[in-house]
């Protein structure tokens, strides 16, 4: 029987403060289950074990940071929309780092709950491509390029990566001021 209190949720919850801690490849079910005083056994009545838990973390991940983006780009149009997104991307990131890691892998083909989610977020970044006028295969591209520099960004600035004594966050600035140019010149 399932302990009371405990669900789904609130372990795919718990977990994702856990990874946020220690790291997404770091997480555990035993440190998941330290944190809530039970077995390790009785977490596999709400979570099938830490492929079902990783996976859990991507959809819960996904749909967290689709609202931030959404959130952010809303009412907005393309120079604004880019900044207000990827601003939001990073601060997730940033926040969240567990968490976020848990998005960075495309969903399986068949799992319709992880696709789902995932094209909400990517829907959102669409949304902003297509302010730009850029749409179809010039979207997926422009899409690629963007996730590509920001992610790089991020991990890059959680690993310590920019050493050198100037803004980090005025080099971002100019990334995305530099992805707004070349959005802009596309879509000419």
């Known amino acids: 029987m399932p302990r009371a209190g405990l669900s789904r949720e609130r372990v795919v919850e718990e977990a994702a403060s856990v990874a946020d801690q220690?790291?997404?490849?770091?997480l555990t079910m035993a440190a998941v289950?330290?944190?809530?005083?039970v077995a390790l056994p009785s977490l596999y009545n709400h979570v099938g074990g830490i492929d079902a838990l990783r996976r859990d973390l991507a959809v819960h991940g996904m749909a967290v940071l689709a609202d931030t983006l959404r959130d952010a780009a809303v009412g907005r149009v393309r120079g604004d929309a880019l900044?207000?997104?990827?601003?939001?991307?990073?601060?997730?990131a940033t926040d969240r780092p567990g968490l976020y890691a848990a998005t960075v892998r495309a969903p399986a083909p068949d799992d319709e709950e992880h696709s789902s989610v995932a094209q909400t977020a990517l829907?959102?970044?669409?949304?902003?491509?297509?302010?730009?006028?850029?749409?179809?295969?010039?979207?997926?591209?422009?899409?690629r390029m963007l996730?590509?520099?920001?992610h790089g960004f991020v991990?890059?600035?959680?690993?310590?990566?920019?050493?050198?004594?100037?803004?980090?966050?005025d080099s971002f600035d100019r990334m995305v001021a530099a992805f707004d140019v070349i959005l802009s010149e596309q879509a000419s």
């Open 22 to 26: 220690v790291g997404f490849d770091r």
């Open 33 to 37: 289950a330290e944190r809530f005083g």
């Open 83 to 92: 900044t207000a997104v990827a601003t939001a991307y990073r601060q997730f």
């Open 123 to 143: 829907d959102v970044v669409v949304a902003v491509m297509r302010s730009y006028g850029i749409e179809g295969v010039d979207a997926v591209h422009a899409l």
């Open 147 to 150: 996730r590509g520099a920001l």
């Open 155 to 169: 991990a890059l600035d959680a690993a310590g990566g920019f050493g050198m004594p100037e803004s980090v966050d």
